[in-house]
């Protein structure tokens, strides 16, 4: 599956932002989604992931409450929904397809080429 990740942006602390993340092939409901984001130098982090038929939802304790995961089967598209973004969400941001219902990094075969969020104080 090939992802494409779209909607970073530049905005203020206290903005919403929401990004896109669109899968090729007929299979996408089959595929657990997630979201991940790196900052140079530092390692990539989960932030959120979701089970392929949608029913489940799990976060990273730094976006839970502010941020929401969800995925449209017809189109083959998974979102994040960012709400109360702060300077340290700032980084590229990923999205992710896999088999596992996880928040580790290495189970996701498939990446998106990523879409860079700034959160400006």
């Known amino acids: 599956v090939q992802l494409q990740a779209s909607g970073g942006g530049l905005v203020q602390a206290g903005d919403s932002l929401r990004l896109s993340c669109a899968a090729s092939g007929r299979t996408f409901s089959r595929y657990v989604m997630a979201w991940f984001r790196q900052v140079p130098g530092k390692e990539r982090e989960f932030v959120a992931t979701?089970?392929?038929?949608?029913?489940?939802?799990m976060y990273a304790d730094s976006v839970k409450g502010r941020f929401t995961i969800a995925r449209d089967n017809a189109n083959n598209t998974v979102y994040l929904q960012m709400n109360s973004l702060k300077p340290e969400d700032t980084a590229v941001y990923y999205c992710a397809a896999g088999n596992r219902y996880t928040g580790q990094a290495w189970n996701y075969a498939f990446w998106g080429q990523g879409t860079l969020v700034t959160v400006s104080s």
């Open positions: 979701i089970t392929g038929s949608g029913s489940s939802t």
